[in-house]
C-alpha cells in the first residue's frame, strides 16, 4: 500500500479485519517519508504485518526506479525505529524451508532448527540445519510476494528500456473487468506471461508481461469478491491467507496488503 494513501487504503480492506490503530498509521506515515529520504527509494509502500507470539513485525518496502527489480523491506517493532532485511538468497531459501516449521515469535536474533526424526542424538548433530528469525522473516516475504503479490491489469507498464514503472494513465479497471480474475496479475517474475489473453488473441506487450492469476495451480486458490455496493473489488489469496488487494473500479486506486502469522496454508488443494 502506497504510503501517500495508506489511511485511505486501510479503510477499504477493513472487512477482512485488517486494520492498525491510529497511531500505528500516524507512526508509519512519518515513517515512510523518512525511509524514502534515508534509503533513497523512489517509493515506500506498507507491505504488511507478520504476527509473532510476543511482538509482531511491520514491514515497509521500498522500490527504485524500476517497480519490480531491486525491491527492499525493512521491519519495525514499533513503526519508528526500522532495520534493513537481508536479501532471500538461494541458499537462505533452502536452509529456512527445512528448518522453520512454529510461528514467528517477534525475536529477529531467536534460532530455529530442523526437526530430527532419529532418536539418537549425534545422528541430528551434524545434519541440522540452523536458522534465525530474522532470515526466515526475509525468505517468508519474499515468498508471498513471489506467489502472492497482485496488481490489476493495466497497473504497470513495460517501457522501451525494459524498467516496470506505474502506468500514469491507467484509468482502472471495468466494473465488469473487475469482477474477472484473469485481469488480475501476478507483479513478480512472470513464469508463463500472456497464456491467457494469447488465447483470446489480444495481446498488448506493454502491459501483458506478467502472469495472470487464473493460470494459478491449485484452481479457487483466490477469492475474489465487490464490496460496498460494488465500488471496491477485493481479492483476497487462500494460499496465503491475509494477503488481501483492493482496487476501485474506474480509478488508478489500488494496493495490496499482508497481515498474517506468515504461514502458507498447504492443505488448500486438500479442501478445494
Not at 541430528?124 to 491489469?153: G, K, M, Y
Not at 524498467?163 to 469482477?179: D, K, P
Request: with cysteine.
Amino acid at each position: 500500500m502506497d504510503s501517500s494513501v495508506l489511511s485511505y487504503s486501510l479503510e477499504l480492506v477493513a472487512g477482512s479485519g485488517i486494520t492498525l490503530s491510529v497511531e500505528q498509521r500516524v507512526a508509519l506515515q512519518t515513517a515512510m517519508v523518512l525511509l524514502k529520504k534515508n534509503y533513497k527509494f523512489h517509493r515506500v509502500l506498507f507491505w504488511g504485518k507478520i504476527l509473532g507470539i510476543k511482538k509482531d513485525y511491520f514491514i515497509a518496502q521500498g522500490r527504485g526506479e524500476d517497480e519490480m527489480q531491486g525491491k527492499k523491506y525493512l521491519y519495525s517493532f514499533n513503526c519508528m525505529d526500522w532495520f534493513l532485511l537481508p536479501l532471500a538468497t538461494d541458499s537462505m531459501i533452502k536452509e529456512v524451508t527445512k528448518a522453520a516449521k512454529s510461528r514467528f515469535i517477534g525475536d529477529p536474533s531467536a534460532m530455529e532448527n530442523e526437526p530430527c526424526n532419529s532418536s539418537s542424538e549425534s545422528d541430528c548433530s551434524w545434519f541440522q540445519a540452523t536458522v534465525n528469525e530474522e532470515s526466515r522473516l526475509a525468505v517468508t516475504i519474499h515468498q508471498i510476494d513471489e506467489e502472492a503479490s497482485v496488481v490489476p491489469r493495466g497497473a504497470f507498464v513495460k517501457n522501451p528500456h525494459g524498467l516496470v514503472q506505474i502506468n500514469r494513465s491507467f484509468g482502472g479497471l471495468s466494473h465488469s473487468e473487475a469482477r474477472r480474475l484473469d485481469n488480475f496479475l501476478h507483479f513478480s517474475k512472470a513464469k508463463n506471461p500472456k497464456k491467457t489473453v494469447r488465447e483470446v488473441g489480444v495481446v498488448n506487450e506493454t502491459i501483458d508481461f506478467l502472469d495472470v492469476l487464473m493460470d494459478d495451480i491449485p484452481k479457487g486458490s483466490w477469492s475474489l469478491q465487490l464490496e460496498c455496493a460494488s465500488n471496491v473489488c477485493v481479492l483476497r489469496s487462500l494460499l496465503w491467507p491475509g494477503l488481501t488487494l483492493f482496487h476501485v473500479p474506474m480509478t488508478p486506486q489500488h494496493g495490496y496488503v499482508y497481515i498474517g502469522d506468515g504461514k502458507k496454508n498447504l492443505d488448500l488443494p486438500f479442501v478445494l
